[in-house]
Antibody, heavy 118, light 107 residues
């Protein structure tokens, strides 16, 4: 069965960077897009962008352009999301989610809490 | 970017009730509309995709309808485990925007 397992919680200082991993299993990693979605405390869901693990093409939401980098390692079926120049309002749970082209997010990781605090 | 607007933002209902949540897109998205359920501290779970298709394993009391810009999620015969927050999402274009959520609470 499909599983997306994310790395553990992180605490970072403002201005630092964080890199969250998402290890996929139970399906062909290169056959689906991987999206990253975040949720600030008590808030809704915000899509940050996606990576096509097959082509290594990425697309980021305008809001995160210049600060986010999504990568993948096909040898380990792992996707990564790195967010730089962290601010306090980047404190959120970050999720990876799988989707076929134009399809829904049918499987999600368990979420990674990133806390940005001085 | 496509904006998704859900209503109501919160809703109180009783076990056994039938409830409807609406979602409106800022432009036509055909049937590229999905619904998710999120419980506290958990990742969202896909309920409905392509506006009206039930995801495998989801109870048939959940149903979706609509096309173009206006969509609805209906939950019939509410069960205790249905009290959660519900989000719509468009998959017509990037960024894949979500509605702001509807919190369904027990009356």
């Amino acid at each position: 069965q499909v599983h997306l397992v994310q790395s553990g919680a992180e605490v970072k200082k403002p201005g630092a960077s964080v890199k969250v991993s998402c290890k996929a299993s139970g399906y062909t990693f290169t056959g689906y897009y991987m999206y990253w979605v975040r949720q600030a405390p008590g808030q809704g869901l915000e899509c940050m962008g996606w990576i096509n693990p097959n082509s290594d093409v990425t697309k980021y939401a305008q809001k995160f352009q210049g600060r986010v980098t999504m990568t993948r390692d096909t040898s380990t079926s792992t996707a990564y999301m790195e967010l730089s120049r962290l601010r306090s309002d980047d404190t959120a749970v970050y999720y990876c989610a799988r989707a076929a082209a134009a399809g829904p997010f049918d499987f999600w990781g368990q979420g990674t809490l990133v806390t940005v605090s001085s | 970017d496509i904006q998704m607007t859900q209503s109501p933002s919160s809703l109180s209902a009783s076990v056994g009730d039938r409830v409807t949540i609406t979602c409106r897109a800022s432009q036509s998205i055909s049937s590229y509309l999905n619904w998710y359920q999120q419980k506290l501290g958990k990742a969202p779970k896909l309920l409905i995709y392509a506006a009206s298709s039930l995801q495998s394993g989801v109870p048939s009391r959940f149903s979706g309808s609509g096309s173009g810009t206006d969509f609805t999620l209906t939950i019939s015969n509410l069960q205790p485990e249905d009290f959660a927050t519900y989000y719509c999402q468009q998959s017509y274009s990037t960024p894949r925007s979500f509605g702001q959520g509807t919190k369904l609470e027990i009356k």
